[in-house]
C-alpha cells in the first residue's frame, strides 16, 4: 500500500479512465461504493437524497461541518471559511455523481487535499478505537448531502 500510496499521482490518469470496487466500507451496515470515471454514480441508499436535510447536516457541528473551510449560501450561520473554495453554484460545477464522489473521499481526486473523506473508512493509520469503522456521515447523509449541493445553482 506504501508504494502505490507514493506514487498514486503517477496512477491517477489510470485510476480516473479505469473503474473499480472500493472495500472502503469494511464495518456492518457500511457500503461499498465503485468509481467510474472520476464519479461514484451509484447512489449510496435506494432512498433518494433529501435537500432539507443536507443543508441541516453541512452545518451540524459535530459532523465536521463544512463551513470550518467553505463558505455556502447559509447566510443564517455568522462563520464561513476560506480554505476550501466557496460552494455557491457547486451544483453547476459538479454532477451529483462527481460531487459523490468528492464527499465520499475526496483524496481519490487530489491526494494532497486536506478535506476530510466523510464515508471512507479504509487506508487511514492510527485511527482511534471509538472512531474505526465508523464514517463521518453514514450512506443517506452522503446522499443527503449531495441532493442539497446539486440544488446549489448558478442563478
Ligand atoms: C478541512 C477543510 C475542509 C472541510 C471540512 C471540507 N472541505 Fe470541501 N474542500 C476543501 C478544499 C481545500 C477544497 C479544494 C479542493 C482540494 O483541496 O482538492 C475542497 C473542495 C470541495 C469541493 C469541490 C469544489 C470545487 O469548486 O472544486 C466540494 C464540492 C466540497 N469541497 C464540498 C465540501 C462539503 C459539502 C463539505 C462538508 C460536508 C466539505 N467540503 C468540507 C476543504 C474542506
Known sequence: ?????????????????SSFIVT??????LVNFKIENGA???PLTGE??????GRQ?????NHVTCLICHSMPIPEEPDHGEIGP???GVGSRFTASELRLRLIDPKAVNPATIMPSYYRVSNFMRVGESFRDRPIYTAQQIEDV??????????
Open 86 to 88: 466557496p460552494l455557491a
Open 57 to 61: 447536516i453541512v452545518r451540524d457541528m
Open 1 to 17: 500500500m506504501t508504494i502505490i500510496r507514493k506514487s498514486i499521482a503517477a496512477w491517477l490518469p489510470v485510476l480516473a479512465a
Open 146 to 155: 449531495v441532493a442539497y449541493l446539486s440544488l446549489l445553482k448558478d442563478n
Open 48 to 53: 433518494p437524497g433529501n435537500p432539507a436535510r
Open 24 to 29: 472502503a466500507a469494511v464495518g456492518e451496515g
Open 40 to 42: 461514484v454514480p451509484q
